[in-house]
C-alpha cells in the first residue's frame, strides 16, 4: 500500500565498472626489499634490539611481582612494528594497536622509562599508572593506544582514518591486530566503510600463528588472512614479517597507495612470538621444537645483524650497541622500580575532563 | 458504492500526518499500484499506493493539509459506472494543533487520557534559571529542538559532524536530523551501513583524532550491540591514558518504550550508561532542555550518551528564542513547585509526574516535580533539597525496577537524606517484565499516572 520512495545509492566502489582489485603484491614481489643506507639499517637493529632488551626485562620483572596483572611480551614481532613505523610521516600519520604494544611505543622513540613505568603502575608512567601495559597512550607522537579489548583499534582505527580524510591533512592510520583479533566481527565492518568511503588506513595484521593458544589453522576457515579483504575490494599483502627490510618495502607500497586516496590496505605480516600470550601463558600448545626453530632461523635481529658484519661491523661493534641498550633498559627498570606510586588522591582524577 | 480512501497508518507511533501531494486529480482513472499521494508521517514521506481500481472522486482534503487523523477519509474512489460526485459528505478534518500526535501510548481509563499528554506542556509558574527573565518563548516539538540544536553547534564547528543509520539521505529514521544533509552535506551528514559495533568504534575513534563526532542510534536497542566502544573505548580512555586522551562524542538516539514494538525495540539504558564512570548520560524531557542540553553536549569535552523519546518527538513545548541557548550539565530542575511532597522523574516520565500533580492539588496534595535531565553525574543536591522541603518522595521512572536510577535516588535518601524522611522513599517504574506486545499486557506494564497517583497517596499516608 505504501512504500518509501526509491533514493539514490550513494557514490560507492561498486559503482565503478571498471573495478579490478589492484595487486600490492605484485609490486612487492617485484622488490622485495627496502634499500637501507647504512644509518637507517643501524637504526633498525637499535630499534629491535630496544625492544627486545626491554622485552626482556619486563618479563623479569613480572617475575618479580612488580608488573602485575596482564603482560603480553612483543619478543620475535620485532621487525613488524621497526619496519612500518619508520616509514611513518611524524606528526602526521597515528597508529594504534591492541594490548601488546610496548614494541609499538619504543619504535616511536618514547623514553623507555615512562614505559617501564607505567608496566609497573607507577605515577611517572606515561598513563601516570592508571593504565598498565595494554593500556598506554601517547597523543604527542600520535599513538592512540593500547587497546584491550581484541579487535576494538580496528574500528577506532577506521575512526582516525576518517578524522584524517575530514582534517584533508595527508596523514594515514595504521591500525595494528592479531590473528586472533581477525576473527572480530567489527574487524569486518570496518573494513566495509573503510572501502566505502575510501579512508586511508593500513589494516596490519600481525599474525604470529596463536590467538592465545588457538593456533590459526584451529580458529581460522581462511589463513591466507591477506586475502580476506578480497570481498570488501580491500587489495592484500603478505609480507615476511620476521624481515624489517621486507616490512619496510612493503609499507612504502602501501603507504604510498592509500595517500593517493585510493583506499584502505590490507598486509597480513606473517611473524611469531617467542614467549607466551601473555606472562601467564606456559604456551604448551605448541613445541619447544617449534620455538627454537624459528629463533634460530628466522629472527629479525640476527638476520639484521648478519647484515651489518657483512658490510664491514665488527662483533665488537654490535656488542657495545648491545650494552649501551642494555644500559638504557636497566636504567628504565630501575626508574620504574624506585619511582612512587601514584598519589592517591589521583584515583579521582581524569575520569571526566569537565566539572559538572 | 464508492470507496473511501482513508489516510493510512504507516508507522507504529503514527496517529496523524500531512497530506504532502496529490499525485492524481479528481477524474483520474486510478489503476491498481498507482501512487495517488504522497504522505508525510512522524518518520518519512511515503507514498499512498491505490489497491483498488476506479476513478477519483471527490478529493476531501486538499494537499499541504497537516495533522491529518489517521483513519480520516482524504478521497472517494468511484468504481465501474459509480458517479463520481457521489462522495458530496466531507468527512471532517481532524483539525487539531500540530503537537505531540505521535504519542502511541493510550492511556485510556479516564485519568490520565492520552489527549491530554499530547497538549503542549504549561508552564508551571517555576522559570529555568538559566533563563533571563522576559526572553521570546516560540513552540516547538522535541524532535526540532534536538535538531537545530545539532545545526547550530555545526555551524558554530566544523569539527562536529553527524553520522548514522538514514541520518542523511533519508533525513533521519526519525526525521531528528531533517534537512542536515541539505546544509552540511555529506562529508558532515553521514550515512552508515547497518553495523552499530563498527560506526561506534568510527565515531569514537574520530573523537580520538580530534573531531567533535555526533553518533545516532537509530534507537538506543541497536547500540547494544555497539555498547563496547560506548563503554570499554569512550568512557574509560580518558582514565587510562592519565588525561592524555580525549573522546568528545556524542551517542544519541531514541531510547526507552515507544509504541507497541515489542521486547527488543523496547528498553531504558538510562541505568545501564549511568553506572559507567567516564560518562555523561542525558535524558531532557522537554524541548528547551533537548536544545539546551543538545548543544552542551556537543560542546562537552567528556563522552556523552543522549537518552531521547520517541513517544516525547513530536511533542511541542516552548522554548527559549536565544542566540545560544546552552544548558548546564548535570543540574536537575524543580518543574513544579510544591509543598507535601516530591516527584523525582526524567524522560517521559516528566510529563506523567506533571499531570499526575495537577490531579493531586485537585485532592489538596501539593506536589514538587523534579526532572533530573542529567542521569549522570545525578544532581543529588538538588533532589535532597526537595527532601528536605516535602520529606516524601516517589521517584517515576519509565525503565525496569530493579537497579533503576529510581533505585538509586532512594539510595541517595536512605544515606544522605534520611533525617528528613517521613515516609519510606517509593518507586514507581515499568513491571520487571519483557515489554509484551499485546496491547492490554503492553499497558499494564508501563508506568502510567494513576501508578504515580496511588504511590503518592501512600507516602503522603493519604490513600
Not at chain 2, 522559570?127 to 524532535?143: L, Q
Request: net charge negative; charged share 25%; with cysteine.
Amino acid at each position: 500500500m505504501a512504500k518509501a520512495p526509491t533514493k539514490t545509492a550513494p557514490h560507492s566502489p561498486a559503482e565503478n565498472p571498471d573495478f579490478a582489485l589492484h595487486s600490492l603484491q605484485e609490486e612487492l614481489e617485484a622488490k622485495k626489499r627496502y634499500d637501507a643506507t647504512d644509518d637507517q639499517l643501524r637504526d633498525f637493529y637499535e630499534q629491535m634490539l630496544l625492544i627486545r632488551r626491554f622485552e626482556e626485562r619486563a618479563g623479569q620483572l613480572y617475575g618479580l611481582g612488580l608488573i602485575g596483572g596482564f603482560c603480553h611480551l612483543y619478543i620475535g614481532q620485532e621487525a613488524v612494528a621497526v619496519g612500518l613505523q619508520s616509514a611513518l610521516t611524524e606528526q602526521l600519520d597515528s597508529v594504534i594497536t591492541g594490548y601488546r604494544d610496548h614494541g609499538h611505543m619504543l619504535a616511536y622513540g618514547i623514553d623507555p622509562k615512562v614505559i617501564m613505568a607505567e608496566l609497573t603502575g607507577r605515577e611517572a608512567g606515561i598513563s601516570k599508572g592508571k593504565g598498565g601495559s595494554m593500556h598506554m597512550f601517547s597523543t604527542e607522537h600520535k599513538f592512540y593506544g593500547g587497546h584491550g579489548i581484541v579487535g576494538a583499534q580496528v574500528a577506532l582505527g577506521g575512526g582516525l582514518a576518517l578524522a584524517h580524510q575530514y582534517n584533508e591533512d595527508g596523514g594515514l592510520c595504521l591500525a595494528y591486530f592479531g590473528d586472533g583479533a581477525a576473527n572480530q566481527g567489527q574487524v569486518y565492518e570496518t573494513f566495509n566503510m573503510a572501502s566505502l568511503w575510501k579512508l586511508p588506513i593500513v589494516f596490519v595484521i600481525e599474525n604470529n600463528q596463536y590467538a592465545m593458544g588457538t593456533a590459526v589453522s584451529r580458529s581460522s576457515a581462511e589463513t591466507e588472512f591477506y586475502r580476506r579483504g578480497t570481498a570488501f575490494r580491500i587489495p592484500g599483502m603478505k609480507v615476511n614479517g620476521m624481515d624489517v627490510l621486507e616490512v619496510r618495502q612493503a609499507a612504502e607500497i602501501a603507504f604510498k597507495h592509500v595517500r593517493e586516496g585510493r583506499g584502505p590496505v590490507l598486509m597480513e605480516c606473517e611473524t611469531y612470538r617467542y614467549r607466551g600470550h601473555s606472562m601467564s601463558d606456559p604456551a604448551k600448545y605448541r613445541t619447544r621444537e617449534e620455538v627454537q626453530d624459528v629463533k634460530e632461523h628466522k629472527d629479525p635481529i640476527e638476520a639484521v645483524k648478519k647484515i651489518l658484519i657483512e658490510q664491514g661491523n665488527s662483533e665488537d661493534d654490535l656488542k657495545a650497541i648491545d650494552k649501551g641498550i642494555r644500559k638504557v633498559v636497566s636504567e628504565a627498570a630501575d626508574f620504574a622500580e624506585n619511582s612512587p606510586e601514584p598519589d592517591p588522591s589521583e584515583l579521582y582524577t581524569d575520569v571526566l575532563v569537565e566539572e559538572y | 458504492m464508492a470507496i473511501e480512501l482513508k489516510m493510512p497508518a504507516l508507522s507504529p507511533t503514527m496517529e496523524e500526518g500531512t497530506l504532502a501531494k496529490w499525485l492524481k486529480q479528481e477524474g483520474d482513472t486510478i489503476e491498481i499500484g498507482d501512487i495517488i499521494a504522497e504522505i508525510e508521517t512522524d518518520k518519512a514521506t511515503m507514498e499512498f499506493e491505490a489497491v483498488d481500481e476506479g476513478t477519483l472522486g471527490k478529493i476531501l482534503v486538499a494537499e499541504g493539509t497537516e495533522n491529518v487523523a489517521v483513519g480520516t477519509v482524504i478521497a472517494m474512489l468511484a468504481g465501474e459506472g459509480e458517479d463520481v460526485s457521489e462522495a458530496a459528505a466531507a468527512a471532517p478534518v481532524d483539525d487539531v494543533p500540530g503537537e505531540g500526535k505521535d504519542v502511541g501510548r493510550p492511556e485510556g481509563s479516564g485519568e490520565g487520557s492520552e489527549a491530554e499528554i499530547a497538549k503542549p506542556a504549561k508552564k508551571w509558574g517555576v522559570k529555568d534559571p538559566e533563563i533571563p527573565h522576559g526572553t521570546n518563548m516560540a513552540t516547538v516539538t522535541v524532535r526540532e529542538a534536538l535538531r537545530d540544536g545539532m545545526a547550530e553547534e555545526m555551524r558554530r564547528d566544523e569539527r562536529v559532524f553527524v553520522m548514522g543509520e538514514e541520518v542523511a539521505q533519508y533525513q533521519g529514521a526519525y526525521k531528528v536530523t531533517q534537512g542536515l544533509l541539505d546544509e552540511f552535506g555529506p562529508k558532515r551528514v553521514i550515512d552508515t551501513p547497518i553495523t552499530e559495533y563498527g560506526f561506534a568504534g568510527i565515531g569514537t575513534g574520530a573523537a580520538m583524532g580530534g573531531l567533535r563526532p555526533i553518533v545516532e542510534f537509530m534507537t538506543f536497542n541497536f547500540a547494544m550491540q555497539a555498547i563496547d566502544h560506548i563503554i570499554n573505548s569512550a568512557a574509560k580512555t580518558n582514565y587510562m591514558s592519565g588525561g592524555q586522551m580525549r573522546c568528545p562524542v556524542v551517542f544519541r538516539g531514541p531510547n526507552a518504550a515507544a509504541s507497541r514494538v515489542g521486547a527488543q525495540h523496547s528498553q531504558n539504558y538510562g541505568p545501564w550508561y549511568a553506572s559507567v564512570p567516564g560518562l555523561i548520560v542525558i535524558a531532557p524531557y522537554d524541548a528547551s532542555d533537548a536544545k539546551g542540553l543538545m548543544k552542551a553536549a556537543i560542546r562537552c569535552e567528556d563522552p556523552v550518551v543522549f537518552l531521547e523519546n520517541e513517544l516525547v518527538y513530536g511533542r511541542s513545548f516552548e522554548l527559549p528564542e536565544l542566540d545560544d541557548h546552552v544548558l548546564p550539565i548535570g543540574k536537575a530542575r524543580i518543574v513544579r513547585e510544591g509543598a507535601d511532597v516530591t516527584i523525582v522523574a526524567y524522560s517521559i516520565a516528566v510529563g506523567l509526574a506533571l499531570e499526575a500533580a495537577e490531579q493531586l492539588a485537585d485532592e489538596g496534595i501539593d506536589a514538587e516535580v523534579i526532572d533530573l535531565r542529567t542521569l549522570r553525574p545525578l544532581d543529588k543536591e538538588t533532589v535532597l533539597e526537595s527532601l528536605k522541603k516535602t520529606n516524601r518522595m516517589v521517584i517515576a521512572e519509565e525503565g525496569w525496577p530493579t537497579c533503576s536510577i529510581a533505585s538509586e535516588i532512594v539510595a541517595i535518601c536512605m544515606e544522605d537524606g534520611f533525617d528528613h524522611l517521613d515516609a519510606p522513599v517509593t518507586r514507581v517504574c515499568d513491571e520487571d517484565v519483557p515489554l509484551p506486545y499485546a496491547a492490554n499486557l503492553e499497558k499494564l506494564a508501563l508506568i502510567d499516572t494513576p501508578r504515580i497517583v496511588k504511590a503518592v497517596k501512600k507516602v503522603c499516608y493519604r490513600d
